[in-house]
């Protein structure tokens, strides 16, 4: 049995209910990271695979240990290649060193601007240049998600269809060459799905709130961790609000039990399956509708989501043909729902020939229509966690049980991280002395984070009594 260890912060397969997850951010932050996580691990799982999680945790110290029990290192991600993640990278990239099993890094993309400029140099270049060095020392071609990121690699010295391939986004290929959208008949009576981006401009966001309004059996489907602590707890309220983004447990969607956050993939697509329309600014709210066979428009608002809308081929309109004139019925009229099918034999091809490329085994090596696909058959067995609704139309009771359970599950997480810790630690204590100077340096800073977040959540809950 081949044991792959995978960035995620939990398995298609874990069951865990809301508290739990804003306990320990199984998310990533972003319920978005679920969907292309979900597609690599039903394409990579067969029947000598074991995934593991790493929990998002990301240390050079742990190299040894992840030599000695994973045959393989998996890093699926999005738009890594950015500012805020250039601390990530290089840590990365000093674990990634010290490895001697193969990395596969699977659908990483640039950040960057509608229009890039991708003659600009990045104060983050060299930092991009020396993790895909590492990343290619130990495995055939990166994947990245589209042709910006392609470019951008080819700018900084990569070669196209070598070193680097762009092979779109994963979660697009998570029920493999079968994509069809259905035709669905688009009234005010249809049940509708929105997402939406407080980072979109005003306009966008005017256009989807009145759209929104337009369907009386309309969901909100959030995605910001920060949501799901809204939705669950009933706030904190969401930072710098704006008039056209629910920002508050007393907008409408709140308050007439219209949104639904999702704590699992397949939840989740099994919902917007049932959709007749999904639309908004989200990337992955509007993928997941169309993997569910859902018509969706998606709406991009930078660099990272129009490349790979592009690549895909997803039904779209840019930000800028947005007028206060814009109606939604006018613009299904106009949509090509069926787009995405006519390109995505070939892209899930180019997917295959990638890991093909970097012998990693999958369901599709026999057949593109495999009669058994193990994680489908594992999830049959399992009662997956449902779409959580907002805390409104809770009793007194029910949301004083909410908040005791996120506070005992909060200090028992933070109790369970620091054993975990000092399990490593006592680990690294076999080594030199060097390193064992580097092992106080964290206990006590382990010691400090523990009391730091049982403070923290103590204070979430005195507040809510």
């Not at 070598?162 to 035709?183: Q, T, V």
């Not at 090509?336 to 599709?364: G, M, P, T, W």
């Not at 064992?436 to 964290?442: C, E, F, G, Q």
Request: charged share 25%; hydrophobic share 35%; proline share 4%.
């Amino acid at each position: 049995m081949k044991r792959y260890l995978i960035r995620s912060g939990m398995l298609p397969t874990d069951v865990f209910d809301a508290a739990y997850i804003l306990a320990n951010n199984s998310i990533g932050g972003n319920v978005g990271n679920l969907i292309y996580a979900y597609s690599v691990y039903r394409t990579l799982t067969t029947e000598d695979v074991e995934f593991i999680p790493d929990y998002y945790r990301v240390n050079q110290s742990d190299a040894s240990y992840i030599n000695d029990n994973y045959d393989a290192y998996i890093i699926p991600l999005a738009d890594a290649f950015r500012p805020e993640f250039e601390k990530v990278l290089k840590t990365y990239t000093a674990l990634i060193n010290k490895l001697t099993i193969p990395v596969y890094v699977i659908g990483v993309g640039l950040r960057a601007d509608f229009e890039p400029d991708l003659t600009k140099t990045n104060d983050f270049d060299d930092t991009v240049k020396k993790f895909v060095k590492a990343v290619l020392n130990k495995s055939s071609m990166i994947g990245v998600r589209g042709e910006i990121t392609s470019k951008y690699l080819s700018n900084l010295g990569f070669r196209e269809g070598i070193d680097h391939l762009a092979i779109g986004c994963p979660s697009m290929y998570a029920f493999g060459e079968n994509l069809k959208i259905r035709d669905t008949k688009i009234t005010k009576d249809s049940i509708v799905t929105v997402n939406s981006s407080k980072l979109s401009p005003d306009n966008v966001l005017d256009f989807i709130t009145r759209s929104q309004n337009e369907f009386e059996n309309h969901y909100f489907i959030p995605q910001w961790l920060k949501e799901l602590r809204l939705t669950y707890l009933g706030g904190p309220n969401l930072g710098n609000p704006k008039p056209n983004y629910p920002s508050f447990s007393t907008d409408p969607v709140y308050q007439n039990d219209r949104v639904r956050y999702f704590l699992n993939a397949q939840s989740w697509i099994d919902f917007i399956g049932k959709a007749d329309l999904s639309f908004g600014a989200r990337l992955h709210g509007n993928i997941t509708a169309t993997i569910a066979g859902t018509p969706s428009i998606i709406i991009p608002k930078d660099g990272r989501m129009r490349e790979l809308t592009e690549f895909h081929s997803l039904n779209n309109i840019w930000a800028k043909d947005i007028t206060p004139q814009t109606n939604i019925f006018d613009l299904v009229e106009k949509s090509d729902f069926h787009s995405c099918e006519r390109v995505h034999a070939n892209n899930f091809q180019r997917y295959l020939n990638f890991l093909n490329k970097n012998n990693l085994d999958h369901i599709y090596k026999e057949s593109t229509n495999p009669t058994v696909i193990p994680l489908d058959e594992q999830l049959k067995t399992l009662d997956m966690a449902q779409p959580l609704r907002s805390f409104v139309d809770l009793s007194a009771t029910e949301i004083r049980q909410r908040y005791d359970r996120f506070y005992n599950l909060s200090m028992e997480t933070s109790d369970e991280k620091l054993r975990k810790e000092r399990r490593i630690v006592k680990e690294l204590q076999k080594t030199t002395e060097a390193q064992k100077i580097k092992i106080n340096y964290l206990e006590r800073t382990l010691n400090r984070k523990a009391v730091k977040m049982a403070l923290k959540t103590a204070n979430i809950f005195a507040k809510s009594k």
